[in-house]
């Protein structure tokens, strides 16, 4: 066994050091440790190599801005270590990267596990709000509820020892770096590509899971041309926690049947597909796919292909799927060109520009709508700021400012509509 820190990613090593790798990884405020008790087996036949996100268990706080980028960051310390083909299995962010993995890096996967995952986490709007409930409160209101959306209520009661180290864990994490990471999840959503993943992939998923159940592990089998689903009775979101002899011999089966070791020319290990599940109908480097490039490609900040399609990504980030999808969904004749008139100019154009960050560009839309007295927009601007990265305190003193220039019934409006809008975003959901 070894255990190192690097800049790249946190990571140790269990089994023998000649065995092929199988990387395995945790879920959004959980350690390695989750896979403790899969370790002893899996280590029996593969060189298990587990990593800690960043912030978590003690690993350097250094968020990612995607899934992607921490895809990345994995595959560097992979090269970094000399290993270029690799069994893969991950829990619910760990299992967005291996999606991520699977689509970008084909030839470097051999075989995949999903566990308790999804093509799409949730929506934006959802995780989102959870990054201001931790910018606002910390981490401890979402400590405090992980036992109930991880465990099934039986075994929080039965095991109190591993309720409380579950929000240990939590507690533990950096902010900065969860609320980091529910950004990352904010925006991903691989629906649409999933019928490229090239691999044997086995969807293993909780009965009990309310966080991403057996509905979205169907969407996963159904989208990969060569999946199977595996559904664990009485396990909920940490299933290899609550059901670790179960889920540690649905995985060894996997791997075992869908991968084998064998050795090349130079001695090294290498992974194959076995019979038993098929494989690909071409070989790996013909199924190489690139990253999926942004909805519109951008250039020193701004738009350069569809300023409409640009400004309508920028105004979901800023305001929330629901928002924009109600402002739409109303629209006619009457006013749906106002309507792309305004996501292309204000969202599209302005917003988009480089020469100021969405805080700043909060601050002055908060400013310029109690100078307005347009009270309704403001509510709207307010929970957009807090999405943007600004707190109750400073959306506090941006009001007294304006207080100050736009006069204080302008601001006394402005402080009711803003202060319902704190109350009901901030408010840790039960």
Same mark, same amino acid.
């Given at each position: 066994m070894s255990e190192t820190p690097m800049k790249t990613l946190q990571y140790r090593f269990d089994g023998p050091e000649d065995a092929p790798v199988l990387v395995?990884? &945790? !879920?959004? *405020?959980?350690?390695?440790?989750?896979?403790?008790?899969?370790? +002893? /087996?899996?280590?029996?036949?593969?060189r298990v190599l587990r990593f800690?996100? +960043?912030?978590?268990? *003690?690993? +350097?706080?250094? #968020?990612? !801005?995607?899934?992607? /980028?921490?895809?990345?960051?994995?595959?560097?310390?992979?090269?970094?270590?000399? $290993?270029?083909r690799f069994g893969y299995a991950g829990c619910a962010f760990a299992g967005a990267i291996g999606i991520d993995l699977a689509l970008r890096h084909p030839h470097r996967v051999a075989s995949l596990a999903l566990i308790a995952s999804s093509p799409r986490f949730g929506t934006p709007d959802e995780f989102r709000q959870r990054g201001v409930v931790v910018r606002t409160n910390g981490l401890d209101p979402i400590a405090r509820s992980s #036992?109930?959306?991880? @465990?099934? &209520?039986? @075994?929080?009661?039965?095991? &109190?020892?591993?309720t409380e180290w579950a929000v240990q864990m939590v507690r533990t994490t950096d902010p900065g770096c969860y609320i980091a990471a529910c950004e990352a999840l904010a925006t991903f959503d691989a629906r649409a590509a999933l019928a490229r993943i090239g691999v044997p992939t086995l969807v293993l998923v909780g009965s009990e899971d309310k966080v991403t159940g057996p509905a979205e592990a169907r969407t996963l089998v159904a989208g990969i041309p060569d999946a199977r689903l595996a559904v664990v009775p009485g396990a909920s979101h940490l299933a290899a926690v609550e059901q670790p002899v179960a889920v540690t011999d649905l995985l060894v089966r996997h791997f075992s049947t869908s991968w084998a070791a064998q050795s090349d020319a130079t001695g090294q290990h290498r992974l194959v597909t076995t019979a038993t599940v098929p494989a690909p109908a071409a070989p790996p480097a013909a199924v190489a796919v690139a990253a999926i490039a942004p909805a519109a490609e951008q250039s020193g900040g701004r738009p350069t292909g569809d300023a409409y399609e640009a400004g309508l990504k920028v105004r979901r980030e800023v305001l929330g799927d629901a928002h924009v999808d109600r402002t739409l969904d109303a629209a006619d004749d009457f006013s749906e060109d106002f309507q792309r008139f305004v996501t292309r100019y204000a969202w599209g154009e302005v917003w988009d520009r480089p020469g100021l960050d969405r805080r700043l560009r909060s601050t002055a839309?908060?400013?310029?709508?109690?100078?307005?007295?347009?009270?309704?927009?403001?509510?709207?601007?307010?929970?957009?700021? =807090?999405?943007?990265?600004?707190? #109750?305190?400073?959306?506090? /003193?941006?009001? =007294?400012?304006?207080?100050?220039?736009?006069? $204080? #019934?302008?601001?006394?409006?402005? @402080?009711?509509?803003?202060?319902?809008?704190?109350?009901?975003?901030?408010t840790p959901q039960e």
């Open positions: 395995i990884g &945790p !879920s959004l *405020g959980t350690t390695w440790h989750m896979w403790d008790r899969q370790v +002893p /087996e899996l280590a029996g036949q593969w800690d996100l +960043p912030g978590h268990g *003690g690993a +350097p706080a250094r #968020p990612v !801005s995607s899934v992607g /980028e921490l895809s990345d960051r994995l595959v560097a310390l992979l090269d970094e270590l000399g $290993v270029q #036992p109930e959306r991880w @465990f099934t &209520p039986g @075994f929080a009661a039965a095991q &109190p020892a591993i839309a908060l400013s310029a709508l109690v100078a307005g007295g347009h009270t309704e927009e403001l509510a709207t601007h307010t929970r957009a700021a =807090l999405r943007n990265g600004l707190t #109750p305190a400073e959306i506090k /003193e941006i009001l =007294l400012q304006a207080a100050v220039y736009c006069g $204080v #019934p302008a601001a006394n409006r402005a @402080f009711r509509a803003a202060q319902q809008v704190i109350r009901e975003e901030t």
